[in-house]
């Protein structure tokens, strides 16, 4: 009665490795599903890693021990490290603390700066 106890059924929208939001239907036409053997998540070659931060201490850490991780693999030409501090951005994502780190648009991390060598591993794992 009313459309008491009803959830009106929404499409949940979520942020993926080239940096746009897509509903969950147009996910599968994204340039996610077209990653090359080389682990490169979009088009042009390069797999993205985000640090989300609002410009604080910690933020700038995880942003640090990303690009040390990066530089550590040999990887400064395959790997983008972007830095978003825009909070419309980062609400987009749905992380309620930061830092938080985004690997081939999966959140993997937040709350905390992670160790380079932690980074490593998650950049491994992802594609």
Same mark, same amino acid.
């Given at each position: +009665?009313?459309?008491?106890?009803?959830?009106?059924?929404?499409?949940?929208?979520?942020?993926?490795?080239?940096?746009? @939001?897509?509903?969950?239907?147009? %996910?599968?036409? $994204?340039?996610?599903?077209?990653?090359?053997?080389?682990?490169?998540? $979009?088009?042009?070659?390069?797999?993205? @890693?985000?640090?989300? *931060?609002?410009?604080? /201490?910690?933020?700038?850490?995880?942003?640090?021990?990303?690009?040390?991780? @990066?530089?550590? +693999?040999?990887?400064?030409?395959?790997?983008? &490290?972007? !830095?978003?501090?825009?909070?419309? /951005?980062?609400?987009? !994502?749905? &992380? +309620?603390?930061?830092?938080?780190?985004?690997? #081939?648009?999966?959140?993997?991390?937040? *709350?905390?700066?992670?160790?380079?060598?932690?980074?490593?591993?998650?950049?491994? %794992?992802? #594609?």
């Amino acid at each position: +009665m009313f459309g008491i106890g009803k959830k009106k059924e929404e499409k949940q929208a979520s942020a993926c490795c080239c940096n746009a @939001v897509h509903a969950e239907a147009e %996910k599968e036409s $994204c340039c996610c599903t077209e990653r090359k053997a080389d682990s490169a998540c $979009c088009p042009d070659g390069k797999m993205t @890693v985000t640090v989300l *931060g609002s410009g604080c /201490k910690s933020c700038h850490a995880l942003l640090e021990n990303t690009q040390a991780a @990066v530089k550590a +693999m040999g990887k400064e030409n395959d790997i983008q &490290v972007e !830095y978003v501090t825009d909070l419309e /951005k980062i609400m987009q !994502y749905g &992380v +309620m603390s930061m830092p938080a780190l985004v690997i #081939c648009g999966k959140i993997v991390s937040a *709350g905390k700066p992670l160790r380079p060598a932690e980074i490593q591993e998650l950049i491994e %794992k992802c #594609c």
